[in-house]
Each structure stands twice: as C-alpha cells, then as structure tokens.
C-alpha cells in the first residue's frame, strides 16, 4: 500500500443569497474576463515588440492594480490560466499540431476562481473573500454561501454557471488503498463511438464495454433539443415564450450533460476494476488527436457526422489517465493508422463493412473493434509494426453499466 494525495472536487448550487452578493458573483466573472482580455492584448503588444510571448512575472507586473472588483489573488489565477493555455499551444506545437491556435479569443465572462487560503469555512458557510476597501481601509464582507457538507483541505473554488450560479470546489484527501502494480502484463485499448473500450492484453483476455446507454442519453438530448429549436425559431426574440424555451434547452442541456459524464465516470471506473483484477501496468491507447479534423470527409447518414462529433473520448482518456495513475498504471497514446483495416494473421488492408471482421484473403474472422486492440497491441511490441503475434485469445467478454 501507499498514500496518495487524490484530488477531487464537489459542486455546490448556490441558493438564497443576497441579491447584491449574485450580483457581486456575476461581476466577478465580468471582471475575469476583463483580466483575461487584457492578457490577449498585452500578449500582442510584447509579441509585435519583442517576437515572443509574455512571461507569468511579466503579466504580474502589468496588472498589478488592474481590478478593483476583484481580490488579487483571483487575478493572479486568471494570469496562471492564460499562460498555461499559452504553454499548452507550444507543446502542441512542438508536437506537430502546427493548426493549433494560441489564445485569440475576446470574452464577455470567465470563470472567477478564488485560492484555498481566500476561502474560509464556518460552521456550514463558506466565506469568499472580497478585496480591500481602499477609502476605509478594511476587508469587505465576504460572500457567505451554505452547504450541508463541506469537504476538507480546500486547493481552489470556482464560480461557475451552469443552469444557474454553482460553485465548484477543489479539494485533496490522502488515501492509502491503492496498491501499485508491479508487472508485464500490457493491454491495449481500442476506442470507440459504439463500444466504448475494446481491450486486448499480453495475456490474452479480451474484452469490451458497452456504451449503448451513453449512447441513449446522447440521442434524447439531441432529439429533444431539435424540438425545442423548432419551437424557437417560430418566437420573437426576447419575447415570454423566447425566454421559456431558452431555459428549458439551458436545464436539457445542464442534465443530460450531468448524465453523459456520470456514465464515462462509470466506465472508466469499471475498466480500472478490470486493469487492477487483471494485474494491467501498461495501457497502450490508439491516438485521436487528428480525429476532429477528418470529419469533414465522413458520408452517411442516420446523423453519423453529429454522433462522432459529440464522442467524448478525450475526456474518457483524462479519467482513465489520472484513476489508473493511483494504482500506478500508465497510460500511453501510440498511432491507430490503419489498425482496424489489418489483418492479424496475413496482414491483408481490408475495411470491414460489419461488426466482425472477415479477412477477403485467408478468411480470418475476428471481432472488428478487437482487431484494432490487437494490432494497437502489436505496434507497441514490435515498434510501429503489425505482426502476428504469438497470443491466444481467450473468450470475449461483454460488460455493462450496472
């Protein structure tokens, strides 16, 4: 066993206040954007002057003062996520994503997020700090949300909306029930819209979990939001009715969003159970950074462009990262070309039209999604290859959400 720091967060409504206090919440978030607007423009000045881009201190310095709304160490955070977006932008590039764009973007609100030292708790209150009266001298009142639970060693909070005013919050706890695997075993994972995980492992065992009910939730939101657009398009803007469909597509969106991310939080959850039980210290998964960008080539219809283009895989891939980090499993992302399209055993290309694949050379007949575990598996092992790999799979096994 060994302790680690797992961070999580909790959400809370925020609910009766004061007026003056969401008034002070939403002027908070326009005056974070106001801060992030200034970053872009000053971002600009020192490029044009300097040919590079400003520095953390740099910013600092210029802002210094800049608000009068907001505390200065929210200030101070909305620098640090400029400039990781920034450092985010440079490593892709260095990558190869070239069609990358750096920070452009004018905004008319940004997420205010206040430092775990600026939030104070008491009794079942949560106090967020206010800046300095400067005429008076004094600290303003602070902003008194309530909650019944209040998690312990608070890092952040952060004033969202989402169907109405929340507040998240960022929290560490130490835990020492994960033991850390210590062995050879590799699984590959192939993702996908329909199946959501195929794995394939050294040792054999293969697997898929199902995302049929993602899936579901997906297409209820979808039909329902049509519906709704339908009705909107024939009402005035900012008439009675204008409003009343506007906050039903904001409350649809807020819960099937709810829902859709409890689901992949179920799914990676049940494939890290697998990877423990299974003795997994290497998770090999086919890269989709450039997915996006060949969308514009997909033909067919029964909406299959809108299902690809809402699949949540790069947030799968975040969970699977950080909930199989605990336990020590390592996760890494390898090319997909062409591993769906292969032939295990003779190496033929062939795009398979149905579920299973049928090689038109040898017959070799396999299940398509756990076809493309395999050869993920087997361009890890052999450096960038498909070869036939001396591995026999045993049975597949299907898994769903309980």
Known sequence: MIIIKIYKSYIIPIKNLPQKDIDYLFECNRESAKVWNECLRINKEYWNNEQKYVDTNYLQTKLKGFSKVLPSNCVQVT???????????????????????????????????????????????????????????????????????????????????????????????????????????????????????TSVDTIGNTQIITG???????????????????????CKKGSRNYKKYRQTI??????????????????????????????????????????????????????????????????????????????GVTVTEISEAYTSQTCPNCGHKYKPKGRNYICSECGFTLHRDVVGAYNILSKYINDGKILKMDLELKPLKYLRIT
């Open 79 to 197: 620098i640090k996520k400029f400039m990781g977006a920034i450092t985010g932008i440079q490593r892709a590039r260095k990558a190869g994503r070239t069609d990358m764009k750096y920070p452009w973007k004018q905004k008319n609100f940004y997420n205010t997020i206040w430092k775990g030292q600026s939030v104070k708790v008491k009794y079942n209150y949560l106090l967020l700090c206010k800046p300095m009266d400067k005429i008076n001298k004094k600290l303003l009142p602070p902003i008194k949300i309530y909650s019944e639970y209040i998690p312990p060693n608070i890092c952040y909070a952060e004033i969202l909306y989402d169907n109405g005013l929340k507040l998240a919050l960022n929290y560490w706890i130490d835990s020492e029930d994960y033991e850390q695997i210590d062995s050879n075993n590799i699984s590959a994972i192939d993702l996908g819209e329909i199946h959501t995980i």
């Open 250 to 327: 904001r409350k649809l969106t807020s819960k099937s969003n709810s829902k859709i991310t409890n689901e992949l939080h179920k799914i990676s959850k049940l494939y890290t159970n697998y990877t423990v039980k299974n003795k997994i210290k290497t998770v090999i998964v086919g890269e989709l950074a450039n997915f996006n960008m060949n969308l514009k080539n997909i033909k067919g219809g029964g909406g299959k462009l809108q299902k690809l283009v809402q699949w949540n895989y790069g947030q799968l891939i975040n969970m699977l990262t950080y909930k199989l980090a605990r336990y």
């Open 212 to 234: 049929r009910r993602l899936r579901s939730y997906q297409r209820f939101r979808n039909k329902e939001l049509g519906k709704i657009q339908h009705k909107l398009s024939k």
